[in-house]
């Protein structure tokens, strides 16, 4: 067993590693990003001139036309920088538009790296949720306890986890101290507004080719977006909500099948979640059955009178045991499920 020295020493070297892995004020490091096992940066064909673009866990596709390019969400400062030499390299035309999924920072940050030449679309409801709430908006509540000197905002030398690493990203003004208000928007310092908004659905059309981009409010972002790459053997890009064998992220209920199912009606060969492996319109009826095998098994459940922690324990999915992060997840699917069924 080790003993109590060396596990401070041992916190000594974490430290100094977490230390030479912070980056410098300002920049935005592909290590934020979610990792997984899929690492690289790539460009391949999914069919026609629709194209999917990589980086790591990440995916965008994007359309070639005769004037230019469409591109589905520029996913980071970094991935925007590389696309943006690789699409000049490759296909001698400019991007046109670039097409936000949702707000997060994940997904929607570098835009401005293309704006020589492109014009950014967003759904609606992004310019009130990149927006900076009110100025007297008090610490949430995971700041509360970082605010050692109690003055109600977070220094970088109080900051902990992700505020910490994302400082930088947080502090919109760039004073050097985080306010309520600054974290509660969130690190979107490298997200723009959209130049064009739309409500229900917009249609682009560039070089002979058609893009749909469709709204789809989801439990995950109420301004969640979806394309479709109109091109013989149609692409369909979903941000995060629709996984490729990967379950579902947080707390999901039935409400979303609905709108996971008239994705399923729509006609495309091809489908693009923004993160993981490449899919087909399989893979969107294979989501739709855990969502709704799921929902039958946590109301059973909850019909023989079982808590949570019993729905939890007894609800094992055993059919989607070879999806990712079945082990992190579930137990929140379920709960999200029971949560909905009991009110
Ligand atoms: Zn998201």
């Not at 994007?62 to 589905?72: D, H, R």
């Not at 997060?104 to 992004?126: C, F, K, L, P, Q």
């Not at 993160?275 to 855990?290: E, F, I, M, P, T």
């Amino acid at each position: 067993m080790r003993s109590i020295k060396s596990k401070l020493a041992w916190a000594a070297v974490m430290g100094g590693l977490v230390a030479a892995l912070t980056p410098v004020a300002g920049a935005q490091s592909r290590a934020f990003y979610q990792q997984t096992d899929i690492k690289g940066q790539e460009i391949g064909k999914l069919t026609g001139d629709v194209y999917y673009a990589r980086m790591d866990d990440y995916v965008s596709v994007f359309m070639v036309t005769p004037e230019g390019i469409i591109l589905a969400e520029p996913i980071g400062v970094e991935m925007a920088t590389w696309l943006k030499g690789e699409l000049d390299k490759r296909f001698h035309v400019p991007v046109k538009y670039v097409i936000y999924s949702h707000s997060h920072w994940d997904h929607a940050s570098g835009a401005s790296v293309y704006a020589d030449t492109a014009r950014t679309i967003g759904h609606e409801n992004m310019l009130k949720n990149i927006a900076m709430p009110p100025a007297n908006t008090p610490l949430p509540r995971n700041a509360v306890a970082q605010d050692t000197n109690k003055n109600g905002m977070i220094e970088m030398s109080e900051a902990q986890g992700q505020i910490k690493t994302m400082f930088a990203m947080y502090d919109a003004n760039h004073d050097g101290v985080l306010s309520g208000a600054e974290i509660v928007r969130g690190p979107l310092q490298y997200v723009n507004a959209p130049d064009m908004t739309y409500v229900d659905h917009m249609t682009i059309r560039l070089g002979g080719k058609r893009v749909e981009i469709i709204s789809k409010p989801t439990i995950h972002a109420d301004d969640n977006t979806i394309v479709r790459f109109v091109d013989g053997t149609n692409v369909l890009f979903a941000s995060d909500w629709i996984t490729i064998h990967r379950l579902p992220f947080g707390p999901i209920n039935s409400d979303e099948n609905a709108a996971v199912k008239s994705v399923e009606t729509m006609d495309f060969e091809y489908f693009v979640c923004s993160h993981g492996q490449l899919g087909k319109k399989a893979d969107v009826a294979a989501n739709l059955r855990y969502r709704e095998q799921l929902h039958d098994a946590v109301a059973k459940a909850v019909a023989a009178g079982q808590t949570l922690e019993q729905a939890q324990a007894s609800v094992t999915m055993d059919d989607y045991k070879d999806w990712e992060f079945f082990a992190v997840q579930r137990p929140q699917n379920i709960a999200g499920m029971y949560r909905e069924i009991k009110k």
